[in-house]
């Protein structure tokens, strides 16, 4: 199966149920009829997407070697780097600003090979530390920080 | 024009602005050489650190971002073999070899020089182009830029490469797509927003910015182990050599940078085409024209070969700025990211620009001057000290460029939405770059969608309906030659699936 037969499929798969969303967008009463309503622009957009997707999956690429490059790939460390960045999200409002930002890049050197403690601490916390105090300090940007709260720092 | 020149120095010379032409010309080249980002992300990393400045200076420091990553891109194709950008590919074919044989700083030093002069000339030539075209295009109404928008839209597919242009084109209407989700501008009414409010204002063009190129990138250097050669990085770290140019280089270099930079600049004006294709176009002019005894040194150190890459693709930057300028409509990628940070600011470029906020539009073309001075004095003397951060270790660059993607979105607007939104455009910009979609038409799609749904209502509405299309003759113009873009690379994919049928039958018989 060719790169872009699959990839073409999926995207007729997305383009189709896109044109189908775009028929059910409710327009105001009477509205139907004009010229331009909600529903036009995203029609367009779905048929021309679903021909070029369709124009794709038909007509794949002569040098298409399939997917047997993605065997070489390094998936492990980037699939933990979106995991990492999907727990920075969930972190940084309830543990904090500070200690997320310093966990989250300390996670990601220890993902990317960084292993030396020192380089971990100095390359993460006083980064963390210096961007909210510029942001605090200088640019009046207030974080949500529960534990500097807790602290008295902030 | 006078005063519009002096209005601008006024502006750029103020010291504030002057600092972000500094700040941006620095931080362009240091993102620049590094491998697998482009000016893209840098431009895109430097909007959130714009955004309490006033748009005059935010448009300063990412012109100057945009320069910096290009010249940076130079450097590491002719220190590293390692193009940081795709428009400095060209540059590596002569700039590496020059390096290899120990001339590295003269390389640089040409690289440096062809790169001033075809930014210097190409902006003289934007000065004199853009109020002209400014001043015409304010008889355009909605319909020439619903039809210009088209324009730009097609052609960046068709320059996308053969065989890239249907998938150019799925990647534009994903873009388009992404941008009708929120509420519709002009009825309120909502789509595709499927109950979240977190959607109801759409998606920011930052986060789709930021995810698709700046994290994306970042991630495929870890995924592809996209590491610089041992041998390469010791060329960067060893001494550079002297950087003196002589005489006879010099004169073997000004005709070229008078041609390049003419070439460069008309192609970066063209919707769709850009640094990339200019250096390609004029490496591949300079070897056809050259003299038989010259053209064997294409490709082991040739001094025309190197200059008229590096020429061309600053001449090419200041003329992708024409249309943005004038029109309102990015020409590619990079000058799209540019609008959608001017429409952040509340500016909105276009040939109003030129008559409302003279400022923002002169200082623009005034910093492009300054901005390639500092290059030169500036950064062509600290390049050895640049070249020593590529030795900062991968595992620290990608968590560190992780981080300002993240935070640079969500400081704008303090929703965790929006840092899972970045991972799942940043798995999908992957997956999509693996199959070989091109990024830039989605990010143009999704910055003019907007534009082009009002600009086709206004049309609608004015005409009574389509004939806008044929009554209209720049209308019609231009979607003629919209049909010629359109026609030629189905044409051309017709004939090569015919020619490959025909192969395949001969291997039967």
Not at chain 1, 48 to 59: E, N, Q, R, V
Not at chain 1, 112 to 136: D, T
Not at chain 2, 171 to 200: E, K, N, V, W
């Amino acid at each position: 199966m060719t790169k872009d037969r699959v990839s073409g499929f999926l995207l007729l798969t997305l383009s189709l149920a896109y044109l189908y969303q775009a028929y059910n967008i409710e327009l105001y009463p009477g509205s139907a009829g004009d010229y331009i309503n909600a529903q036009t622009f995203p029609k367009a957009i779905g048929i021309g997407a679903s021909l070029f997707a369709f124009l794709i999956m038909l007509s794949p690429q002569k040098d298409d070697q399939g997917f047997s490059l993605w065997k070489t790939y390094d998936w492990k460390r980037p699939i933990l780097l979106v995991a990492l960045m999907l727990l920075y999200g969930a972190g940084i409002k309830s543990v904090g600003f500070l200690v997320s930002t310093t966990l989250f890049l300390a996670g990601g050197y220890v993902i990317l090979g960084e292993r030396r403690p020192l380089v971990l601490l100095l390359a993460s916390l006083p980064v963390a530390a210096g961007f909210q105090y510029v942001l605090h300090a200088l640019l009046g940007i207030y974080i949500v920080d529960p534990l500097l709260e807790a602290i008295g720092i902030l | 024009m006078f005063e519009g020149v002096l209005t601008g120095l006024t502006t750029v010379l103020q010291p504030v602005n002057l600092l972000m032409v500094f700040v941006g010309c620095f931080a362009g080249t240091f993102i620049g050489m590094l491998p697998g980002l482009g000016p893209i992300s840098a431009i895109a990393l430097m909007i959130p650190v714009t955004y309490g400045f006033d748009p005059a200076s935010g448009l300063i420091l990412m012109a100057g971002v945009y320069y910096g990553a290009i010249f940076g891109g130079s450097t590491s194709s002719i220190l590293l073999n390692a193009p940081g950008v795709a428009g400095t590919v060209a540059t590596s074919f002569d700039g590496y070899p020059m390096a290899k044989q120990g001339h590295a700083g003269k390389a640089l030093a040409i690289a440096a020089y062809s790169s001033f002069a075809g930014g210097t000339i190409a902006a003289i030539f934007l000065l004199l182009a853009a109020p002209a075209l400014a001043s015409v295009s304010l008889s355009f109404q909605s319909s020439e830029y619903f039809a210009l928008m088209v324009l730009g839209l097609t052609a960046v597919s068709a320059f996308a490469g053969r065989g890239q242009f249907l998938k150019a084109m799925a990647m534009t209407c994903l873009g388009l797509g992404l941008a009708t989700i929120g509420q519709d501008p002009a009825s309120d009414i909502t789509r595709y927003t499927f109950g979240s409010l977190d959607l109801l204002d759409g998606i920011s063009f930052l986060l789709l910015a930021m995810a698709t190129f700046a994290l994306s990138e970042a991630m495929m250097t870890v995924l592809k182990k996209d590491n610089i050669d041992p041998k390469a990085r010791s060329v960067a770290q060893s001494d550079l050599g002297s950087m003196k140019v002589t005489r006879d280089e010099v004169k073997v270099m000004v005709p070229v940078i008078g041609r390049s930079s003419i070439l460069g600049f008309f192609i970066g004006v063209l919707p769709g085409a850009g640094a990339t294709i200019a250096s390609f176009l004029a490496y591949g002019m300079e070897r056809n024209i050259a003299p038989a005894e010259e053209k064997k040194n294409f490709g082991y150190g040739s001094i025309r070969g190197l200059t008229a890459p590096e020429t061309a693709n600053n001449a090419a930057c200041s003329g992708s700025f024409v249309p943005l300028l004038t029109l309102g409509i990015p020409g590619f990628g990079t000058t799209a990211v540019m609008l959608g940070a001017l429409i952040s600011y509340g500016v909105q470029p276009g040939p109003r620009l030129f008559v409302e906020q003279p400022a923002v539009f002169w200082s623009v073309i005034v910093s492009m001057y300054i901005g390639n001075i500092v290059l030169l004095i500036l950064n062509l003397p600290l390049i050895p000290y640049i070249a020593r951060l590529l030795a900062l270790p991968a595992q620290l660059l990608v968590p560190l460029v992780m981080f300002f993607s993240l935070c640079g979105v969500y400081l704008v607007s303090f929703n965790t939405f929006d840092i899972y939104m970045m991972a799942f455009f940043a798995v999908a910009a992957i997956l999509l770059r693996l199959t070989g979609y091109p990024m830039a038409p989605l990010i143009l799609g999704f910055v003019l969608g907007r534009l082009m749904e009002e600009n086709l209502r206004r049309a609608l509405e004015i005409h009574d309906g389509w004939s806008f299309i044929w009554q209209r003759p720049i209308t019609l113009a231009i979607f003629m030659a919209i049909a010629l873009i359109l026609g030629l690379p189905l044409l051309d994919g017709l004939r090569r699936r015919r020619d490959s049928r025909i192969e395949t039958m001969g291997e039967g018989g």
